[in-house]
C-alpha cells in the first residue's frame, strides 16, 4: 500500500490516514492511494465502519491546485468518480476533521456519512477564489446538507467557517472537545453507529433544497447579486450548478456539476486566479536571501506620527496583538490620532466585527507619547510624518540616537528617495520602506522598498512581520513611486490626456470600469483628492516627466477649488454619493486643448483601453527590466491589491501575455506613429518588451 495512507484496522474500524505533506492536497497519488483504502476496507467483512482522518492533524486543504489545467487534474481515479464511489460504501463512514477541510478537502468529508471535527477546525468551499466551483460533488451535496440559501452563500463567498457554525448549519454533527480527543471521539462515534446499526448515510436533511424559499428564489438571488459579479465567469457557474442541485436527480446533478466545472476550469479567468494564487506565494521569496536567514525579532513597535496613515499603521500591530507607542508632535494631535483609531474600531463594533472587549483589548495595547525616549526598546519603527524629506531626514536623526541598536527604521514615504533617508543615519542598513495604502488597516498591498543599504535579515524580518499583521508585502526597488504609482503616472497620464483629444472622463472611467476595474482614474482622483494629487505633482515635477501638458486639466480644477468628493467636484458633479459628468470640464478641456493646439475628435472606447492599458503594461516591463521589480507576477499584486485591478484578469502582466505581447507591442508602435509629437514623446516601448516579441516568448520575464 501507499506510504501517503496509513492503514488499520481497531475493533472492526478501518482508520484511513491520509499522509501527503503538507496538507494532503487531493493529487492523483493520493486519491489513488485513497480509493485503493476505501476499497480495502469495503470489501473487508471484519470492516464495519471506516474513519478518515489526517494523518498529521489536519484533515484536507484541498485539491492540489498545480494540476488544475492539466491532464493530471482528471488522470484517473478523478476525485469526482472517487467521491461517487464512497457513498456507495455500505459502511458507516465518518470524517474525522482536524484544521482544515478546504474545497476539495470538505467535498471529501460531504462524501462520507457522518462528520465530526475538532474545535478548532476551519471548513470552506473557497474553489470560487480560484474562478472555479466545487467540482466533485460539493454543489450537489452541500444544498441537500444544509439547503439552498446556506449552500448558495458559502459557495459564492469562499468563506472559512468555523467548527461551532459549521455545526449550526449542519454540515457537522459533533464536535470533539479537543484537537488531541479528535480521533478517540470519532472512534466512540463508529462504534456507536455500529451498536445501532445505523445506516451508511443518514437520511438528506434538505431532500427539496428550496423548501421553505419562494418559488422563483433562484431567479432572485441572480437579480440581487448579479451587479456585484461584474464579469465573472464562476459565481454564474455556481448558480447554474445550485439550479441542478434543485431541479434534477442527483446523479445527474453530478453530471452538471461536472460539465460547469470544466468550463470554469478551462476559462482564462480561473487561469488569472490560479496565476495570483502562485504570485502570492513566490512573492515571499526573496532571490539570494537564504529562506532560513535568522530574522530580527519584532515583538514592541513603534510609529511617528499618528495622522491618517500613522493610524492606520498602528492599528495593524495591535489587531495583531503586538504593542505599540504611537509619538506626535503635540498633545492634541496624539489625542486626535488616538479618538480617530478609536472611532474606526467602533465603526467595526456597529458592523458586529468586534466586540466592544476587543477594542479596549487593542486600544489597550496602544501607547501615546511625545518623548522619543519611549521608542528605545521599540523593534520596528515606522515614520509616517508629514511627506517632507528635511522632516523625515530629521527624524531618522533622532531616531538614530534613541533607538536601540538593531531596530530597523522604515519609512512610509509615498513618493521620496528611502535612500536619501537612509543616508541620514549612522545604520543605513537597517532602513527599509514600508510604503502602506490607505485606509493602511483595511488595503492589503505593502510595498516594501529595499533601499541600496538594506540588510537582507531587514529585508526579510520585515517580509514576515507584514505577513503577520495580515499584509501582502510586495518588494518594490527606489524609484519614484516605487511600482504602483510609477504605473499610475503613464496610465493617468494617457486619460488625462485622451480628455483633452475629445473623451469625457465619464468615456474614459467606463471603459476601464467596464474592464471591471473598481474605479476609473478619474474618479479614483476625485475620491483621493484632486489636490493632493496637486501638491505631490507639484513637488515632484523634474522626476515625473520632462512636459506636463496632459496634467493642465488637473492644475486648472486644482486651481479652481475642484478637489473631488470632498468639495462635491472635482472631475465630476458631486450629489451625495451620485456623479455626474459636468459641463463645465468638458469646456474647461476644449479650451486647455485648443491653448496647446491639440485636435479635439470622437474617442473610440477600443483607443481608450489601448492607450491607458498599453502604458500601464510598458511601465511595468520597463520596470522589472530596471530591477525595481523582481518578478512580472509582483507586478500584478501590486496591481490587483493596490489599484483595484481585476484579480480576474490576473494583473496587468498576466492580461498583457494574455492579450499577446506582440498585440500590445504593436499597439504602442502604432500609437507613437498616429499621434505626432505626442506619441513619439510617450509611445517608447520598453526595451524588455521588443526583447520578448523578437524572442517570441510569450511570458513577460528578465531575459
Ligand atoms: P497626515 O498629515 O495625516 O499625518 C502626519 C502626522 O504626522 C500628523 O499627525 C503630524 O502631526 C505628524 N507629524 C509631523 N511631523 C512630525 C514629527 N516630526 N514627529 C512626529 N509626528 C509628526 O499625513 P498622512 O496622510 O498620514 O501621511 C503620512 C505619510 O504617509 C506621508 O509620508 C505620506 O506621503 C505617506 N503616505 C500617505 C498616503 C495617503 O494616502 N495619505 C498613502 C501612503 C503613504
Redesign the pocket.
Known sequence: MSDLIHYRLEDGVALIGLDREPVNALGQSLRCALAEACERAAMDPGVQAIILYGEHGLFSAGADIREFGTDASFAEPDLPSTLVRLTEIHKPMIAAIGKLALGGGLELALACGYRIAEPGARLGLSDINLGLLPGAGGTQRLPRLIGAESALNLILSGEHIDAERARLLGILDRIAPSAEALLDEARAYAQELIDCSAPARPAEAWPEPTEGLPDDFLARYRAEHEPRWKSRLAPRLVLSALEAACLLPQEEGLARELALFKEAEASRQSKALRHVFFAERESARIPGVSADIPLRPISKVAV???????GGIAMNFANAGIPVAL???SGS?LDR?LTQIRSNYEISVKRGKLSIEQVQQRMDLLFGTLDYADLYDADLVIE????KLE?KQ??FRTLDQVCKPGAILAT????LDVDAIAATVSRPQDVIGL????PANVMRLLEVVRGKATAPDVLASTMIIARRVGKLPVISGVCFGFIGNRMLEPYAREAHRLVLEGATPAQVDGVLTGLDLNMGVFSMLDLAGVDVNFLVRDANRAAIAHDQSYCRLGDELYGLGRYGQKTARGFYLYEGRNRKDDQEVVALAERLAGELQIPRRPIGNQEIHDRCLFMLINEGIQLLDEGIALRASDIDLVWINGYGFPAHLGGPMHYAEQLGLDKVLAGIRHFRQALGEYGEMWFTPAPLLERLVAAGHPRIERV
Do not use: D, P, R
Not at 304 to 310: N, P
Not at 384 to 387: I, L
Not at 435 to 438: G, M
Open positions: 511617528v506620527g499618528a495622522g491618517t496613515m500613522g509619538l506626535e508632535l494631535a490620532g509616517a510624518v508629514f511627506e522632516v530629521q527624524v512610509n514615504t509615498s513618493s510604503h502602506f495604502f490607505s
